[in-house]
């Protein structure tokens, strides 16, 4: 008679031992499926704030030590829209690389300041109002600055020290009135 209970521990054995796989097999894809979504949450973290960063540093290069600031006197230009009847007011200030750097910057203020009234004219109050067009214009102001300085584009990390140095580092508004 003891033959009969182990035939019968035998036969309860198995699906026992299927409802542990299928219970494991279950678990994995399961964690496997958060990993894969917790995975995407976080690469789309990534992406959105390499996206924000792109936008919110594109007229500024990376400090090579204290700022000194030029401001200009404020220039008021006529706009783009219909009518001519639209002006605006910029008040703008360089951002340099160094205290030494004005001096060079100043032989060239009427150059630059010409090139920036030349680029504000081109734009609309339309474009002008939106943050993003400020943005633009900054950039636009930094390159052709840079231009006329002695460098067609403000200078990378990898950039060697040297005379060709852009000291430009920035565009920075400190008023905007749009008319």
């Known amino acids: 008679m003891p033959a009969k209970p182990e035939a019968a521990d035998d036969v309860a054995a198995p699906p026992k031992s299927k409802k542990m796989l299928l219970i494991v ?61 639209k002006v605006a007011q910029v008040g703008v200030t360089l951002e340099l690389a160094d205290s030494k750097a004005p001096e060079k910057v100043k032989a060239y203020l009427p150059a630059i300041r010409n090139g920036i009234l030349l680029l504000v004219s081109q734009r609309t109050a339309e474009e002008l109002l939106q943050r993003e067009g400020k943005e633009k214009l900054a950039a636009n102001i930094l390159t052709d600055a840079s231009r006329h300085v002695g460098s067609e584009a403000p200078q990378g990390k990898a950039a060697d020290a040297g005379a060709g140095e852009n000291p430009i580092r920035g565009v920075l508004f400190s008023s905007f009135i749009v008319q």
């Open 25 to 85: 097999v279950l678990a994995l894809v399961v964690l496997g499926l958060a990993a894969g979504a917790g995975w995407m949450v976080l690469s789309k973290k990534r992406a959105s704030a390499d996206d924000e960063e792109a936008v919110s540093e594109p007229v500024r290069e990376a400090p090579r030590g204290p700022p000194t600031y030029l401001p200009l006197e404020n220039m008021v230009v006529n706009l783009a829209d219909a009518g001519g009847e």
